[in-house]
């Protein structure tokens, strides 16, 4: 599934070619793209077009751009879910586009986004906004701003921020992850938690500070939550400098490329091969009904040990003699 990076370069593609732009037809091609669309709320291409979108804003892995008539277009991009920029006269031969909207830039003239998915389990839906719980401004649109940028979608409401947010605030994080007995790559995985982090960019960030996936959050340090979270950061700024990991087709960028990313990966998907530090070769493990990946020297598994209890130490020690005459059998 595409992570904080590959949806942050999606973001960025479309950015320039969507802001100020208004919509002047909407094609429906797969109405199961438009289940996270509320019918009641009104027909998803009626109250689209002739809106103008204001901007493209990230948070996470979810994307959304902000109508003028203060609802927003909300993308998701699930497991295989594409937004691709196209000319109006592009042949539109692609058998797994779901949805097209049809643009008129003031600058660019006119363009057409395609929302093409594959397996379907990405959606596009028109959502209303409603004020960010902080008060701070609700997502990353770069140097895009306007009334609508302290406001979110209600469906991206619950999604915490991102490391990358400059909302984020570093001792909320630390405080929270050392309250908690969870395992510390469950919670690197929690949307609700933090997000834009998925699998790929937490073994990522636990091999770099050689940390084991395991590891309950109770256990670490201030310093080594700290780590963690520089090592998250810095694999996220790396992916977006090489425009995020595609392993197949399936990810792309607005254009139809892909990223780069995935050379430059040192544990995940590295399963059988030598730890780039010792040598030790990558073992890959069950985990959360997916794939963890790490170094079985480096990333070992540090739990502190604990005093056993008084009713424990009763019953494992041996009675004192007393002396005297045995009793009888």
């Known amino acids: 599934m595409p992570e904080l990076p590959e949806v942050e370069v999606v973001r960025a593609g479309l950015a320039p070619a969507v802001s100020g732009a208004r919509i002047m ?6 109405a199961r793209s438009l289940k996270r669309h509320d019918a009641a709320s009104g027909d998803f291409e009626a109250r689209l077009t002739g809106e103008r979108i204001e901007a493209a804003v990230r948070r996470g892995k979810f ?56 397996r379907i389990f990405g959606s596009m839906a028109v959502d209303r906004m409603v004020p960010t719980a902080d008060g701070e401004i609700a997502g990353f ?23 990358l947010d400059p909302a984020f605030r570093d001792d909320r994080f630390s405080a929270a992850v050392r309250r908690r007995t969870s395992a510390v790559k469950r919670l690197l995985l929690d949307q609700a938690f933090v997000s834009g982090i998925g699998n790929i960019y937490a073994d990522e960030a636990l091999w770099a500070v050689r940390m084991h996936g395991e590891q309950p959050g109770d256990t670490l340090s201030v310093r080594r939550v700290r780590e963690l979270l520089a090592a998250v950061r810095n694999v996220l700024q790396k992916a977006l400098a ?15 490329a892909s990223g780069y990313f995935a050379h430059s990966l ?9 730890c780039p530090r010792c040598g030790t070769p990558i073992v890959r493990e069950a985990f959360m009904n997916r794939s963890s990946h790490r170094c079985p020297r480096c990333q070992r598994l540090r739990l502190p040990r604990r005093a056993p209890s008084p009713a424990t130490v009763a019953a494992t020690s041996t009675p004192a003699r007393t002396g005297g005459t045995p009793a009888p059998r």
């Not at 049809?102 to 998915?117: A, N, Q, S, Y």
């Not at 649109?141 to 490391?163: K, Y």
């Not at 040192?266 to 030598?274: E, F, K, L, S, V």
């Open 25 to 30: 037809g909407v094609d429906v091609l797969d």
């Open 266 to 274: 040192n544990a995940y998907g590295q399963a059988g091969r030598p």
């Open 63 to 118: 994307l959304w751009m902000p109508l003028a008539g203060g609802d927003a277009l909300v993308g998701h991009l699930g497991m295989s879910g594409q937004l691709l920029l196209r000319t109006p006269d592009h042949p539109g031969d692609d058998r797994h586009a779901r949805v097209r909207l049809h643009l008129e830039h003031p600058d660019h003239g006119e363009l057409r986004v395609d929302f093409v998915d594959q």
């Open 141 to 163: 649109s770069a140097d895009v701003t306007g009334p609508w940028a302290r406001s979110i979608p209600s469906q991206v409401a619950h999604i915490a921020r991102d490391p």
């Open 242 to 256: 090489e425009g995020g990991t595609s392993f197949d087709a399936q990810y792309v960028n607005v254009n139809g």
